[in-house]
């Protein structure tokens, strides 16, 4: 079975800086398109960043770009998100999952992101 878990969220100060992780397994992790789905109170889901299956393309949604990036270890099974002078904004519950257009299910535990002073 797929499982997605995802790591390495928590409490930061605006302008700080988080990497997230995330371990795959139960499929052929260098077969997709990879990653990151954020919630947050209030808000609808966001498909923040995708990285292709060698890593060679990636996208960001505008609200993340030029402060994030995607990256991912095949040898390893693992997606990461390097996550830059974050803001209160980006305060949510940051989900991997597979797919380059759209988050496809299932999606892990999720992790917490919370951007405060």
């Known amino acids: 079975a797929v499982r997605l878990v995802e790591s390495g969220g928590g409490l930061v100060q605006p302008g700080g800086s988080l990497r997230l992780s995330c371990a795959a397994s139960?499929?052929?992790?260098?077969?997709?398109?990879m990653g990151w789905v954020r919630q947050a109170p209030g808000k609808g889901d966001e498909w923040v960043a995708a990285?292709?299956?060698?890593?060679?393309?990636?996208r960001y949604s505008d609200s993340v770009k030029d402060r994030f990036t995607i990256s991912r270890d095949n040898d390893k099974n693992t997606l990461y998100l390097q996550m830059n002078s974050l803001k209160t904004d980006d305060t949510a519950i940051y989900y991997c999952?597979?797919?380059?257009?759209?988050?496809?299910?299932?999606w892990g535990q999720g992790t917490q992101v919370t951007v405060s002073s």
């Open positions: 139960g499929f052929t992790f260098d077969d997709y398109a």
């Open positions: 999952a597979r797919g380059w257009d759209f988050p496809a299910r299932p």
């Open positions: 990285i292709s299956t060698l890593g060679l393309q990636t």
